[in-house]
């Protein structure tokens, strides 16, 4: 079993960061990301898979896993072609890190290892979050369910959630053991969005490092179907009195991924970014995806109802719904070909239909294939009289107008001023307080 010792120069490797990597989503992009590479990218190259769990017991658990995936594959392979075992799995090396998004600190320190211990990274897969939902309205499940069954299991309205909660101190006690005043942060907006906020931060400069403008590091991003215009207050950028707040997180992550690409946000985007004007080209790029509605842990469930989810996806599913891979594989469909298609591809279709948010879509049959999805402010790819797609449009869409995608611009730089702002903040804090992780 090769270690990661014996990986090759960076020039060689493809280093994959994926977040949340133990379950559901995370592990179908493991496992995808590995067969995908395998197939697609030359002998001379490996793949360099890190994996992020909040526990090394989980990681342990993860690579194994994975391994195990990789030594099926391979097997397969080689009924076909003897001998070809041997030199794909030896393209292939794990490495684990801990991070837990909610804990800044935790952040802090895994991307000093990442720096530390790996000379670049190429994507980020920026996969783990949480629902925070704590139940469902049964009465409305079952109307749902006889009116519009498609449309209310792909936006399901009937999810209740957690409100007000707020993560574990970010600060240690003081020198009494006193507890230190800190300024709450909201938990689901640290899990799903502000961790990983900083993470892409503090990891910029291996995105950039060994890449050019044929060639830019990737920060790819998991949203969601759930990403309402109405679910974002700007008076509550943490979602702490918010009812929807996993919706919110979502919703903030499409706003700031697209427009990281518009020239207002430069200034912002660039400090995020650590861009230096010594190597413009090589400014990573970030990418919204998202991988549909698939069976996970994401909203816990008891034996029977999970069985009943899974039905009711496949159900649906052969009804016509697009946006139902079920599996975390098929899922990870738009992820890993954001991971792995050529800049050349990518740029010329943005060029061709816009910066967009690329889903995780199958057919009837569970045919997975990659579909722009819509979003509110900026439709399919922010261009006023685009062609609309008849299928896969939320019960809340709206055509995109001048008006409305002058606001999507405004409120997306808005986000940004803020998460910058928060995140100086929160680096002073942690200065202040003599915890702070060196990184330079
Ligand atoms: N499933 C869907 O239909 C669907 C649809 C749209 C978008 N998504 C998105 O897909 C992503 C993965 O979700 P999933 O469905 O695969 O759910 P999942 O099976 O519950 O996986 C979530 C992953 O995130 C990790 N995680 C949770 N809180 C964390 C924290 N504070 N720090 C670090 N890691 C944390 C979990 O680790 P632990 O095991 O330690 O909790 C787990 O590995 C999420 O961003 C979700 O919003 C899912």
Not at 146 to 164: H, M, Q
Not at 291 to 306: M, Q, R, V, Y
Not at 329 to 357: I, P
Request: charged share 25%; aromatic share 10%; hydrophobic share 40%.
């Amino acid at each position: 079993m090769p270690t990661l010792q014996d990986a090759p120069t960076p020039d060689d490797g493809f280093y994959v960061l994926i977040t949340g990597a133990n379950s559901g989503l995370g592990l179908g992009i493991g496992c995808r990301l590995i067969d995908e590479f395998l197939h697609s990218r030359p002998q001379s190259q490996s793949l360099i898979l890190i994996v992020t769990t909040r526990d090394k017991r989980k990681g342990d658990a993860t690579v194994k896993q994975l391994r195990a995936h990789l030594h099926k594959a391979c097997q397969n392979l080689e009924t076909k072609l003897p001998g070809i075992r041997m030199l794909l799995e030896g393209r292939v090396f794990f490495r684990q890190e801990i991070l837990d998004l909610t804990n800044i600190l935790n952040v802090q320190r895994c991307a000093r290892s990442l720096k530390d211990n790996v000379p670049k990274l190429d994507v980020v897969i920026f996969n783990a979050g949480i629902g925070a939902w704590v139940g469902m309205d049964w009465l409305q499940i079952a109307w749902c369910i006889l009116t519009s069954p498609v449309t209310s299991l792909t936006w399901a309205p009937f999810k209740i959630s957690g409100v007000g909660w707020v993560t574990k101190p970010q600060l240690p006690p003081g020198k009494d053991g006193a507890k230190v005043e800190e300024p709450p942060l909201g938990d689901v907006f640290a899990a799903n969005f502000f961790g990983h906020y900083l993470l892409g931060h503090y990891t910029a400069p291996l995105l950039a490092r060994y890449h050019s403008s044929e060639n830019r590091g990737r920060i790819i991003w998991v949203g969601s179907l759930d990403a309402y215009e109405h679910s974002l207050d700007l008076n509550d950028f943490q979602y702490l009195t918010s009812e929807a707040p996993y919706e919110a997180s979502k919703r903030m992550t499409d706003l700031m991924c697209i427009t990281s690409t518009l020239p207002s946000t430069d200034p912002h985007t660039d400090a995020f970014l650590a861009y230096t004007e010594e190597k413009p080209a090589a400014k990573p790029r970030i990418y919204l995806a998202h991988p549909g509605i698939c069976g996970t842990s994401i909203f816990p469930l008891n034996f029977i109802l999970d069985a009943c989810m899974y039905a009711a996806f496949f159900i649906v599913r052969l009804l016509g719904s697009q946006w139902h891979p079920v599996t975390a594989y098929k899922g990870a469909t738009s992820m890993v070909w954001l991971a792995l298609a050529k800049q050349s591809t990518l740029d010329a279709m943005e060029e061709r239909e816009g910066v967009g948010k690329w889903g995780s879509a199958t057919d009837r049959w569970g045919e997975e294939r990659v579909e722009r999805t819509e979003i509110e402010g900026w439709g399919w790819g922010g261009v006023l009289g685009e062609r609309k797609k008849k299928y896969g449009r939320s019960p809340f869409a709206k055509d995109l107008t001048e008006q409305g995608k002058r606001e999507f611009e405004e409120t997306g730089k808005k986000c940004w001023e803020e998460m910058e702002k928060l995140r100086l903040e929160w680096e002073k804090r942690l200065e202040d307080a003599g915890v702070a992780v060196e990184m330079e």
